[in-house]
């Protein structure tokens, strides 16, 4: 099955000058966690909510005057329209991934492929596969606490 018939199609985009409480706020009314980042039609990364934690607030920096720029993840590990979900899932579980942007054949942003969509309108088998994979990156090693 091919990314497009399972991807969010309304993928909404935010400008590396826009700030972060903005893009907060944006995430916040769309029960979102990850925008693509894009300038004069070209994808620079993505910014997710935990960039926005990680690099912004943790560090205590102000979220109206500190940039998508400086805490977007770049480049963004993006998939195209086309591609297999398994393709999708192995970016995914490589890069420990829970979303993909998805570029059509000119690159331009055309929607968001997350493991929910996977699951719910793909295979459960295959989101269950690489959930697991993504959660490696984020257990803790207990052999340190």
Known sequence: M????????????????????NVA???QSQNIGLLPVEEEGRIL????????????????????????????????????EGDSIESAADQMKKGHFRRLPVLDKQDKLVGVLS??????????????????????ASEPNLALA
């Open 115 to 136: 493991l929910d969509d996977i699951a719910q309108r793909g295979s459960a088998k295959l989101a269950g596969e690489t959930l697991a994979k993504v959660m490696e």
């Open 45 to 80: 990364g993505v910014i997710t909510d935990r960039d926005i934690v990680t690099r912004g607030l943790a560090q205590g920096k102000d979220p109206q005057s500190m940039s998508v720029r400086e805490a977007m993840t770049s480049p963004a590990t993006c998939c195209h």
């Open 25 to 27: 706020r944006i995430m």
């Open 2 to 21: 091919q990314i497009n018939k399972l991807m969010s199609q309304e993928a909404k985009s935010v400008q590396p000058s826009e700030n972060l409480a």
